[in-house]
């Protein structure tokens, strides 16, 4: 039987542990190699999907990813230069990167993973009922959109747990205890990180801001369209601690994402089949 | 009600609940169409994993009330029925209402 541990929580402690993280998590080399590929206006898309091929575990890690029934394409993707042309670059080293990331995950963090994937499926489907390009950049910005929270259950998940209880006894939204603990929340965290994997603008700030969307300069749009997949994948008890109750959002996500009540319906209607599916598949079988 | 469910767990006579389509946006298998063993042995040499079919499951009142509350504890921030909030819960209650048995 597992005991419920209370454990006490040393605030500095816990914070200076989170501001060391900034550095810990790394991308493997080869992702920097391919940066620096795409600088290089010679490169053909045909160049780089082959050189990628040359690693077979990122090639076969992509090309299941990209498959897996939860992602969404019709059909099959076959070889990583389809998959590259289908996502984009950006979208696809997001897609890395969330593998590496969510395999640390514990399976009691399986709340967390199902909820990233549930909020990348209604940032998708949002983005593309506004008839938005790029859609996979928004369902991958909504992928990684709790990277911060992925960061804390792997490198500090005891404290983290302390966190999450304080959270459901005071009754309020996760980032405004971890604010009140650690002067940051896990947005913040996600940010830096990040920014430290060089990832594009147009990813990061939506990741670093769902939680205040009229606070960055730009990507309103972006932020906006990852914030209400959260609230939408949240009210339907996606949350990743529990029911959560929601916050009152900020006016800029209607402003940014006016979308009709019967809009709203359309969604939940589209996600409602694939979230209760989603329960079903453990994390494993994504990576 | 729609479920996504492995084909493996696929029977003859079941609803499709979305059309199975192709790389090419082209629809193979239209939605609504009844499944037969034909049928799904060729989604499963077409490698497909998992189909959307229309669940018999009715929900009884009991589920009914059960879910219809957790939705009311989620919303206790004010707002009115006009706001992003207000709209989301009254899509939430229509789409748990139009899955309610009809006993």
């Not at chain 1, 390009?133 to 369902?139: R, T």
């Not at chain 1, 940014?256 to 994390?283: D, N, Y």
Request: aromatic share 6%.
């Amino acid at each position: 039987m597992k005991m419920e541990k209370e454990v006490i929580l040393d605030k500095i402690s816990f914070r200076k542990k989170v501001e060391q993280l900034s550095n810990l998590p790394t991308l493997p080399n080869l992702l920097d190699k391919f940066t620096r590929m795409l600088k290089d206006p010679k490169t053909s898309m045909a160049a780089f999907g082959k050189e990628l091929s040359k690693d077979q575990m990122l090639t076969s890690k992509i090309l299941k990813l990209v498959n897996s029934a939860f992602y969404g394409f019709p059909g099959r993707i076959s070889t990583v230069t389809n998959a590259l042309v289908l996502l984009g670059y950006d979208a696809l080293k997001g897609l890395i990167i969330s593998s590496n990331i969510f395999e640390n995950l514990s399976p009691e963090a399986y709340p967390l993973w199902h909820h990233s994937v549930t909020v990348s499926l209604a940032s998708r489907a949002i983005a593309r009922e506004l008839s938005l390009p790029d859609i996979e950049e928004f369902a991958v910005a909504g992928l990684l959109h709790d990277i911060g929270k992925v960061i804390l259950h792997v490198e500090a998940s005891e404290e983290y747990r302390t966190v999450i209880n304080q959270a459901k006894k005071a009754k309020q939204p996760i980032w405004q205890t971890e604010g009140e603990i650690l002067g940051f929340d896990h947005a913040n965290i996600g940010l830096w990180i990040c920014e430290e994997w060089k990832l594009p603008k147009k990813l990061t700030i939506p990741i670093g801001y769902h939680h205040m969307p009229a606070a960055p300069k730009e990507y309103h749009m972006r932020v906006a369209v990852v914030t209400m997949a959260d609230i939408l994948v949240r009210s339907m008890g996606g949350g990743a601690e529990d029911d959560l109750p929601l916050e009152t959002p900020d006016p800029i996500i209607e402003k940014q994402v006016p979308l009709t009540l019967k809009q709203i319906r359309k969604l939940i209607e589209g996600i409602v089949p694939e979230f209760e599916s989603l329960k079903r598949l453990a994390p494993k079988e994504i990576n | 009600m729609k479920e996504n469910i492995p084909i493996t767990d696929v029977k003859p006579g079941m609803l499709l609940a979305k059309a199975i389509t192709n790389d090419k946006d082209m629809t193979l298998c239209a939605e609504g169409t009844p499944l037969t063993e034909d049928l799904i042995d060729r989604f499963l040499q077409m490698e497909i994993d998992s189909i959307c079919i229309e669940s018999n499951k009715e929900m009884s009142q009991e589920e009914y009330l059960a879910l219809k509350e957790k939705i009311e504890k989620r919303f206790v921030a004010s707002y009115n029925s006009n706001s992003l909030l207000g709209k989301i819960k009254i899509a939430l209650l229509g789409h748990l209402e139009s899955h309610k048995g009809s006993s």
